[in-house]
């Protein structure tokens, strides 16, 4: 069995354009294997990755020692602690309690208005012109938008929160930013933080009933301590990123591969029943997450591997989405294999499954049922080809140029 390449191999742009060719190399060398430069054990296989992620033995702690984490970077460290996404049991499901009303299936269907209306809106505005970016004009506002309506956060905070979140983000999904990078990642979050809990002290605007601000500022009164409040505003600091982030990727992601595969668009176009199957197809197809971390809580055994206790274990969803063991041609965009039994890895897997998952399923299909059915012609433009962000845990486009007939 020949030694894999180092995982960090995928920040350059050219593997990022073909990342799913460079997975089944990983993969075919080896479905664990131990990488030297980024000192972990990387899992591509479905099997392994998808017994991994919900294991005892593998803790989702990603910092384990916040001294040992760069000083400036220690601020956002302490915050991601509290976060539901990188904590075990007990600490991981009382947290999850703490939110996860907002995103039952029957809450996020009572969105499905507000959602309609926001991308009928975008679209009314891009149709004359017969081109849009998705993502700054579609992919990123959107989401953006919904997350800020579940928190209840008023129009005029919503640039400020986005900009927040960005930095935030590109920390979460690379390891290796310089100083500055990881100083304004902390930053940002200190000053999501203080706006949060700005938000739910206002006296002069309550919040809308139903909402999740409504939700967390009953549940901060109701907190006796203030680690109580800090443990509230870090998940809903967490919601706010990851529930548009995250979708903004989808939603990029889905429309290139539409665009790539004209077929497919084709029989979605003739057959919107098929949505909720494509949605799931096209998750699998080009994960907008691609990595779970794991830290191993003692030594252990793994697919005949002996990891030693405080070993990081990463998962790479995106490569068990195109394991050929689990799904039969997994290059090709196939909307009937959904029903062939193969369960994708795009929410994750596990006790830490996507809390948003429902709502980044319900944006999803509304998003690509108005670009099919109200944009005719749409195409890629004839410009700059489309632009991969670097990131190891993020798959995501930073521009998509798109063209079509306008109306």
Avoid at 242 to 269: K, M, S, V, W, Y
Avoid at 312 to 330: I, K
């Amino acid at each position: 069995m020949r030694t894999p390449s180092s995982l960090l191999s995928a920040f350059r742009p050219q593997v990022q354009e073909r990342l799913y060719e460079f997975y089944e190399e990983l993969r075919s060398a080896d479905d664990l294997f131990w990488d030297r430069r980024t000192g972990a054990w990387i899992a591509t296989g479905h099997a392994v990755v998808s017994s991994a992620a919900g294991a005892p033995g593998l803790s989702s702690v990603r910092y384990p020692d916040i001294e040992a984490v760069p000083e400036e970077l220690r601020p956002l460290a302490r915050v991601l602690s509290r976060q539901m996404l990188y904590n075990d049991v007990p600490d991981h499901p009382r947290l999850r309690a703490l939110i996860s009303r907002a995103f039952a299936p029957r809450a996020v269907a009572t969105l499905r208005a507000r959602i309609v209306e926001a991308v009928d809106r975008i679209i009314t505005r891009a149709a004359p012109t017969g081109r849009m970016d998705i993502v700054a004009d579609l992919a990123r506002p959107l989401p953006l938008t919904i997350i800020c309506d579940l928190l209840d956060v008023p129009e005029a905070d919503r640039a400020a929160v986005a900009a927040w979140s960005e930095p935030v983000a590109e920390a979460i999904g690379n390891s290796r930013l310089d100083a500055d990078r990881n100083r304004e990642a902390s930053q940002s979050m200190a000053e999501m933080l203080a706006y949060l809990r700005e938000l739910l002290a206002r006296q002069g605007t309550p919040p809308t009933p139903g909402t999740l601000r409504a939700t967390v500022t009953d549940q901060a009164g109701d907190s006796d301590s203030d680690q109580g409040l800090d443990e509230l505003l870090a998940n809903c600091a967490l919601l706010l990123i990851a529930g548009h982030e995250t979708t903004t990727h989808f939603i990029g992601n889905a429309t290139l591969a539409l665009l790539r595969n004209p077929d497919a668009a084709g029989q979605l176009r003739d057959r919107p029943d098929l949505m909720p199957a494509a949605v799931e197809e096209l998750l699998r197809y080009d994960a907008p997450v691609q990595l779970m971390l794991r830290r191993a809580r003692h030594d252990l055994d793994l697919a005949g591997r002996k990891i030693a206790e405080g070993q990081t274990v990463l998962l790479v969803g995106g490569a068990a989405n195109r394991d050929p063991a689990v799904f039969p041609d997994p290059h090709v965009l196939d909307f009937a294999r959904s029903n062939s039994g193969g369960r994708h890895m795009a929410f994750g897997h596990g006790p830490h499954f996507c809390l948003g998952a429902a709502l980044a399923r319900l944006e999803g299909e509304i998003v690509l049922e108005a670009l099919l059915s109200r944009l005719p012609g749409l195409r890629l433009a004839d410009t700059e080809p489309p632009q991969w962000q670097r990131s190891l845990n993020f798959r995501g486009l930073t521009r998509l140029e798109v063209a079509f007939t306008p109306a």
